[in-house]
């Protein structure tokens, strides 16, 4: 566990924030314009939407024992320092003799839509059969009908999901997704740099920590939780609420109260002690907190938000029985147990809990990986927003965010 | 081959090759030569910048498709909205250039002159960070500027500086950072310039009496004015688009127009004003190197 630990420091540059790969891009970058330029569609496209004879392909499931299977940096449990050799895939392979082509190019949400995006709207087949985004993405991918229906009948381990997460609003019987894993989105704060830190309000205002604040760029966690702090539900607000929230953040961003917002390198800082609090991600700090125990997670009174990224066949996925079967392998509760207790987020099977008392009782009891009922049913979600919400939603979020 | 065969055949007779191709050959040849060239700037130069000028009049959504309605409002609106970004980015890029001239200067001065056997070594020192790539230099600032990193954790347990005082998430991190990045750019150009400057000129200048301040005003520096041109360009262009120096060193609050156009493209999906803001920093980064380069003397830009 300590030594692939080591190897999450890069994770800096994954979830919201920075890729490495867009960075490399940047080499000759004094053509931003260019780059964007090429990127760019040409006179015109078409509505997104395709029409559902055009989103399956021919299942070659049964010809080629191969799945291709994109997934974020460091979501996987390795075997020691060594990154190739993946435990769970490898009995995978061994079980079912389904090869797996595990990718690691999800570095961000966003930049991973606009690099499907032009396959998925033009008909053609991405080269992959599954992949892995979060809610919110999972949310536009169905609206655009970019991913295919499961067929259940491929996965008996599906009822294995926690009751919890059965039915988020953008996919209320799971037929297009399941979560891969799920997490809090909270606040986290260095004992040794400041006293404990319970509320978005103390996040915002406390002025021992001016320029000692970071937030996330993730949107939804971000906004959720300073709607929670404001009383609302982040699940059912107006656009006023959204309004009065975003003035909230810019009015710290302006008084230099936030340093800025982070995807995942937040952690550095935090751990460093650059920043003091911040709004995290639960996983991330379990991560820290082997290292240090002064890092500490706090559940805010008012509320926390879950998420989950989830895992999605995408139109014209030639091995689309194979992914299935691969998600129907992770649902085994022994097979959850050992990808949790190296990933360290909320696992979203039955029944790993009880897997992992062999595997690491000291996780196994840990809340944040095994949180119970009661904790669940008073996180929160957010709304699934229009297509139009989210265009007006994340303008605004980004004009704060300095974007 | 046509000579010895001849010589072998027992025939010494010469078949010399046309000493020059035939004018019909001639005509075509260079047109060929350039042809890659022109295929390349055509389909991954003009042809972008075709569709990037079409979609920033469009409207339309994800969701419904974009078509063409040449809304020049696309430009008025993401100016109006991001001016402040925009002249920023000029600004940090012109602080970033001129700081980087003021390093560079004597650095490639000092190679170029007074390295001896050591210009080399210099030289492969000014390159080496090339080697790593620009992510991680980027991300060993913050480490070296940290709140209680190398420099300030030293000098805040020494009293100098009080506890809470901070260099990163400040525009000087930002321009600190660019100008960082930047300076092989302008280091490069320099050299190059400087050392082809004939050194009888100077030893000219020092038998007419001049002074050392004077030769270097009168002589050395016109002659290395090429290389000053040039390396400003090179790092005024590429830090007025940068979008990585102010999101690793910077807040919100330093907020570039790259940062800006990158999330307009991958986060908002307003295709439109992304290709209006890429559009119009292209246009104003020509029109500024346009009057620069002719103010500077284009004849020295070799």
Redesign the interface.
């Known amino acids: 566990m300590t030594a692939s630990h080591d190897a999450r420091i890069p994770a800096?540059?994954s979830r919201a924030?920075?890729s490495?790969r867009r960075?490399?891009r940047?080499?000759?970058?004094?053509?931003?314009?260019?780059t964007?330029?090429?990127?760019?569609?040409?006179?015109?496209?078409?509505?997104?939407?395709p029409r559902p004879e055009e989103q399956v392909a021919p299942d070659r499931s049964q010809q080629e024992k191969v799945v291709n299977f994109s997934n974020w940096p460091l979501y996987i449990d390795v075997a020691g320092k060594n990154e190739g050799k993946r435990p769970t895939l490898d009995a995978f392979t061994k079980q079912t003799g389904i090869e797996v082509n595990y990718t690691e190019d999800v570095n961000d949400n966003?930049?991973f839509?606009?690099k499907v995006?032009p396959q998925l709207q033009a008909g053609q087949p991405t080269g992959r059969d599954l992949f892995v985004v979060t809610d919110w993405m999972a949310a536009r991918m169905i609206?655009?009908g970019f991913v295919q229906q499961l067929d259940k009948a491929n996965m008996p381990n599906a009822g294995n999901l926690r009751a919890a997460l059965e039915s988020p609003p953008f996919d209320p019987d799971r037929s297009f997704t399941m979560p891969w894993q799920s997490g809090f989105a909270g606040l986290a704060y260095n004992a040794k740099v400041t006293g404990e830190v319970s509320s978005v309000e103390e996040l915002l205002t406390r002025p021992d920590l001016k320029?000692?604040v970071t937030m996330l760029t993730e949107m939804r966690d971000t906004m959720g939780l300073t709607l929670l702090d404001m009383g609302k539900d982040p699940s059912d607000f107006t656009a006023d609420d959204y309004a009065a929230a975003i003035d909230r953040v810019q009015k710290a961003?302006?008084s230099?109260q936030?340093?800025?917002?982070t995807g995942n390198?937040y952690a550095q800082?935090l751990a460093?002690?650059?920043i003091g609090a911040c709004v995290a991600w639960s996983g991330d700090v379990i991560q820290l907190q082997f290292e240090d125990k002064n890092i500490k997670f706090v559940t805010p009174d008012a509320g926390v938000m879950l998420w989950s990224d989830n895992m999605m066949v995408p139109n014209k996925a030639a091995h689309k029985a194979n992914a299935e079967t691969l998600m129907n392998y992770y649902y085994d509760p022994a097979v959850a147990a050992e990808l949790a207790a190296w990933v360290n987020y909320i696992c979203p099977v039955d029944g790993a809990q009880e897997e992992m008392q062999e595997i690491d009782p000291e996780l196994a009891d840990n809340p944040l990986i095994f949180p119970d009922q009661a904790t669940l049913d008073a996180t929160h979600v957010f709304k699934d927003l229009s297509?139009?919400e989210e265009?007006n939603y994340?303008?605004a979020f980004?004009r704060?965010?300095?974007? | 081959m046509s000579t010895l065969t001849a010589v072998r055949g027992g025939a010494p007779v010469e078949t010399p090759e046309p000493s020059e191709p035939t004018p019909r050959r001639r005509r075509w040849v260079p047109y060929a030569l350039l042809l890659p060239g022109l295929v390349w700037l055509a389909v991954?130069?003009l042809a972008?910048?075709a569709?990037?000028f079409?979609?920033s009049l469009?409207v339309?959504?994800?969701?419904?498709?974009?078509?063409?309605a040449f809304r020049i409002a696309n430009y008025t609106e993401a100016l109006s909205a991001f001016s402040e970004q925009f002249f920023r980015s000029f600004g940090y890029a012109a602080m970033a250039t001129v700081l980087a001239l003021l390093v560079s200067y004597p650095l490639a001065y000092a190679i170029a002159f007074k390295a001896g056997r050591w210009k080399n070594v210099l030289l492969v020192l000014v390159i080496a960070p090339f080697f790593t790539?620009?992510?991680v230099r980027t991300?060993a600032w913050?480490a070296i500027l940290?709140?209680?990193?190398l420099l300030l954790g030293q000098l805040k347990d020494i009293g100098l500086v009080s506890p809470?005082f901070?260099l990163?998430?400040r525009p000087f991190a930002v321009v600190l950072g660019l100008t960082y990045n930047f300076l092989p750019f302008m280091t490069l150009p320099l050299y190059a310039s400087l050392e082809r400057i004939d050194r009888r000129l100077l030893e000219a200048a020092d038998d007419l009496y001049s002074s050392a301040f004077t030769t270097f005003r009168k002589v050395t520096f016109p002659l290395s004015l090429p290389g000053v041109v040039a390396g400003t360009l090179l790092t005024f262009?590429?830090?007025?688009?940068?979008?990585?120096n102010?999101?690793?060193l910077?807040?919100?609050?330093?907020?570039m127009i790259?940062?800006?156009?990158?999330?307009?493209?991958?986060?908002?999906?307003?295709?439109p004003s992304?290709?209006a803001l890429?559009?119009t920093?292209?246009v104003s980064?020509v029109v500024l190197v346009w009057f620069y380069v002719r103010r500077a003397g284009t004849e020295e830009l070799v």
Not at chain 2, 146 to 149: A, K, M, T
Not at chain 2, 250 to 255: D, K, M, N, V, W
């Open positions: 800096a540059l924030g920075l490495r960075f490399l940047g080499v000759g970058y004094g053509g931003v314009a260019l964007g330029g090429s990127l760019l569609a040409a006179c015109g496209t078409d509505p997104a939407k966003d930049e839509f606009g995006r609206r655009l320029g000692k961003v302006d230099g936030i340093r800025t917002f390198e800082d460093k002690g650059n297509a139009e265009r994340t303008q980004q704060v965010i300095g974007a | 991954f130069f972008p910048m569709t990037l079409s979609t469009q339309g959504s994800i969701d419904e498709g974009y078509r063409p790539s620009f992510l991300l913050t940290g709140d209680q990193g809470d901070r990163l998430a262009i590429p830090a007025a688009g940068d979008y990585i102010q999101r690793l910077g807040t919100p609050r330093q907020s790259g940062t800006v156009i990158d999330s307009q493209f991958l986060r908002v999906l307003d295709y992304a290709a890429s559009f920093l292209m980064i």
